[in-house]
């Protein structure tokens, strides 16, 4: 990705389970040249934000 990423107080559920919040008020920002890695336990919503960087889905609320 070119330029630089910003994510302020994403909020995302999946559509199959509304009710299961995976990201709650997350908020981080890449700028150019940066490399950025995403750790954490299984489930915790890494590929969840690689998804909405990709814009396979939309946040329910932020930007």
């Known amino acids: 990705m070119k330029g630089q990423i910003e994510l302020k107080n994403i909020e995302f559920s999946y ?9 709650n ?23 969840t934000v690689v998804s909405l960087l990709l814009r396979y889905y939309n946040p329910e609320s932020g930007k």
């Open 15 to 23: 559509p199959a389970r509304p009710d299961i919040k995976i990201l």
């Open 25 to 47: 008020g997350i908020s981080f920002s890449v700028n150019p040249g940066e490399t950025v890695a995403l750790v954490g336990t299984s489930g915790c919503g890494k590929s």
